[in-house]
């Protein structure tokens, strides 16, 4: 059980990089995401038990929750609509969306508690670095097609289709998933090393395959300066801490 986090990690890295040379792409988002949402709830339950993956699910229900009311309201992301390419619907919203929050909650939270000296330290740390994910992408879901902004101004320079708005609501949300998360209690209890690593290659995956294969170099800067504030200071911590 303890190799099991890095299994599902090896599964979804090699998903997403068959992503980019894919004809085809829905399937593997859709994948990619359920890999993804199965790595983050097995490495929260494995490491810090029960509590931690009730608060995950509860960030997967409040994930569709936050979908269902901005898809009926444009409140707190702007007025958008899922195609159906990412498969079964309810209330407008593909169910592997709240997957995806999910997913990628749960390590951006480990980071911030390396990073952050108090509660409310990790909670700004971790919902900025959440939020600065969606620079990557929002801009390449937008590109395929997956979904769309019926007023996508003002948008943010070079990444035309999204409205500046968006990652405002993003940071708003990801603040309530990440006070969510700061309620597990308890020191690790197995290995965190497999999250940090996701957090490292979503990061460095992410720039390369924007700026070299999705042909999207605008959100490649903007993802990659705005999320490196939580990553690089990460991996210097980390190699401090190494031993000589």
Not at 70 to 89: I, K, M, N, W
Not at 199 to 211: D, E, G, I, R
């Amino acid at each position: 059980m303890r190799r099991l986090p890095w299994v599902l990690l090896g599964a979804l890295v090699l998903v997403q990089i068959c992503y980019p040379l894919a004809s085809d792409r829905a399937l593997f988002s859709v994948a990619t995401v359920v890999l993804g949402y199965l790595f983050s709830i097995v490495h929260a339950f494995l490491s810090r038990g029960l509590p931690a993956l009730l608060a995950l699910l509860g960030v997967t229900v409040g994930g569709f929750l936050i979908e269902a009311l901005g898809v009926a309201t444009g409140f707190p992301f702007g007025s958008y609509s899922y195609s159906g390419a990412l498969g079964p619907q309810l209330l407008g919203v593909p169910l592997i969306i709240p997957l995806a929050w999910t997913w990628m909650a749960w390590p951006a939270w480990l980071a911030a508690t390396r990073l952050g000296s108090s509660r409310w330290a990790r909670i700004a740390v971790g919902a900025f670095g959440l939020a600065a994910w969606d620079l990557f992408l929002d801009p390449q879901m937008v590109a395929e097609g997956y979904w769309r902004w019926l007023d996508p101004t003002p948008a943010l320079p070079g990444l035309p289709g999204i409205p500046a708005a968006n990652f405002l609501g993003w940071l708003g949300f990801a603040v309530l998933v990440m006070a969510l998360l700061s309620t597990v209690g308890g020191l690790s209890t197995g290995d965190d090393r497999p999250a940090l690593a996701l957090w490292f290659w979503t990061y460095a995956s992410s720039v390369l395959a924007h700026a070299v294969f999705l042909d999207l170099p605008a959100s490649a800067a903007w993802g990659g300066v705005t999320m490196g504030l939580v990553v690089l200071p990460l991996a210097v911590r980390l190699a401090r801490r190494r031993p000589a």
